[in-house]
């Protein structure tokens, strides 16, 4: 014998609307994590735009605690903070996700992780130290970047610039490496300015290091040959006073 029990329909009706409600009312994960992705792009495309990254190829994984999913449902938009001292959208970064409106308020702590393939500098040939970059010393290739790095990714921010240090065929090009143009090269015909007081001699000489701005360097006198230490003034100028 089957016994068939039928309950009203109020009680079904109720049923449907309490899950109605619940759903409703509670947070939507897959909605926080691609709003939190999209800041993490805006991010990326703000930090290349100003660091001159062309061709950036983004991965980005987001890992929230499970705890977001008995949180209540947000009814303004939720916000995003950063959690860690990272200027370069690389790695692992930390967020807080926010939710602050006149009746609901709660945050909790959500970690992303970036991963970035594009184009960077490396050297085509062997460079020596304090050479200058030249293009034909430079080539591209592609980089998977899981960390923080210096990278370099357009020539014209490495040509002109002196090595700090030798780079082997193949290395990574990166701003550690590299310095500024020296106002002195070794080589150049410079002018010595030697100053006393009121009195002010100036002679022909050629440098026998490269300078920057205040830098020492040594300084051979043309028409004596004697080799004096002149501090770098000028492009082209050095000063001594004795």
Known sequence: ??????????????????????????VNIQKIKSALVDEIKNEIQHYSDIHGWKKVVPNINVNIPKAISSLPHCPEPVRFTAQDNQSQPVGRLKRQVKCESPTVNWRLN???????TLPV???RTLIHRDEVITMDMLDSKKLQLKAPKNIITDADQVIGLHAIRRIRQGQLITE?????????????????????GKFEASTKGMALEHGKMYEQIKVENTATQKVIHARV??????????
Do not use: C
Request: charged content about 15%; glycine content about 2%; aromatic content about 8%.
């Open 176 to 196: 550690n490496v590299l310095k500024k143009p020296f106002l002195i090269n070794k080589g150049d015909q410079v002018l010595i300015v030697a100053k006393k």
């Open 121 to 123: 500098m490396v050297a």
């Open 110 to 116: 959500a970690t992303v992780y970036v991963q970035l």
């Open 1 to 26: 014998m089957i016994l068939v029990i039928f309950l009203p329909f109020s009680v079904f009706a109720d049923n449907l609307q309490e899950v109605k409600l619940i759903t409703s009312n509670s």
């Open 233 to 242: 003034v000028a492009q082209g100028k050095v000063e001594t006073i004795f």
